[in-house]
């Protein structure tokens, strides 16, 4: 009797001694801090976080859930130090419960507090943004504009100065000729008269 008690003594205290270290090694990391989401658009968010200083953090886990919905999406990264991940493929306006967990080489940290985010509506994203805001994008394509209507200006001006260049060549060469052409006129001109008599009257012949 007294043997069946002493072995049921040392396996609790076995049993007791074994969920110890389990816990010391599942609270060996502390829960992340400061959960929060950024950059939120109608199908994705970016979602980050903060450990504790000298936590052996080699990765992270992300639980991602529908409120309501029973589905999961487990997103789980290790040999990495980052501090943010990206949620893709979300549904426009729905709400969805978000927890983070450190990832060492002992286990992971116990999860973070829930963060709980709705998606934006398409209409709502589109009716946010400023009729002055300009994205990349746009400024490149509107760059890429009024280069190509300088280089069209350019062009046409070209085209312009060659035009009166030229007409002002042929205006010159005009201009030049003029006098040779008004003395080519008078010359034949005293060619072709009838040489007049000093007293008026032709000159004729005695019979």
């Given at each position: 009797?007294?043997?069946?008690?002493?072995?049921?003594?040392?396996?609790?205290?076995?049993?007791?001694?074994?969920?110890?270290?389990?816990?010391?090694?599942?609270?060996?990391?502390?829960?992340?801090?400061?959960?929060?989401?950024?950059?939120?658009?109608?199908?994705?968010?970016?979602?980050?976080?903060?450990?504790?200083e000298g936590d052996p953090v080699i990765g992270f886990a992300i639980?991602?859930?529908?409120?309501?919905?029973?589905?999961?999406?487990?997103?789980?990264?290790?040999?990495?130090?980052?501090?943010?991940?990206?949620?893709?493929?979300?549904?426009?306006?729905?709400?969805?419960?978000?927890?983070?967990?450190?990832?060492?080489?002992?286990?992971?940290?116990?999860?973070?507090?829930?963060?709980?985010?709705?998606?934006?509506?398409?209409?709502?994203?589109?009716?946010?943004?400023s009729p002055d805001e300009v994205t990349m994008e746009e400024f490149?394509?509107?760059?890429?504009?009024?280069?190509?209507?300088?280089?069209?200006?350019?062009?046409?001006?070209?085209?312009?100065?060659?035009?009166?260049?030229?007409?002002?060549?042929?205006?010159?060469?005009?201009?030049?000729?003029?006098?040779?052409?008004?003395?080519?006129?008078?010359?034949?001109?005293?060619?072709?008269?009838?040489?007049?008599?000093?007293?008026?009257?032709?000159?004729?012949?005695n019979v």
């Open positions: 009797m007294d043997i069946n008690i002493s072995l049921q003594l040392c396996i609790f205290v076995s049993l007791l001694l074994l969920l110890t270290v389990n816990k010391k090694h599942y609270t060996l990391l502390s829960a992340p801090l400061n959960v929060t989401i950024r950059e939120l658009e109608v199908n994705s968010a970016v979602v980050t976080w903060e450990i504790l639980t991602q859930q529908k409120k309501d919905v029973r589905m999961l999406r487990f997103i789980q990264e290790v040999n990495t130090t980052t501090r943010s991940c990206a949620l893709w493929d979300l549904d426009e306006d729905t709400e969805y419960i978000v927890h983070v967990q450190s990832i060492s080489m002992g286990g992971s940290s116990p999860p973070s507090e829930p963060v709980l985010f709705r998606t934006p509506k398409e209409s709502e994203k589109m009716a946010s943004k490149g394509q509107a760059a890429q504009l009024r280069a190509g209507e300088l280089i069209i200006i350019v062009v046409v001006l070209i085209m312009w100065a060659g035009v009166i260049a030229l007409f002002c060549r042929q205006y010159d060469i005009i201009k030049d000729n003029e006098p040779n052409n008004n003395k080519d006129k008078a010359k034949n001109s005293s060619e072709c008269s009838t040489p007049e008599h000093p007293q008026g009257g032709l000159l004729r012949s």
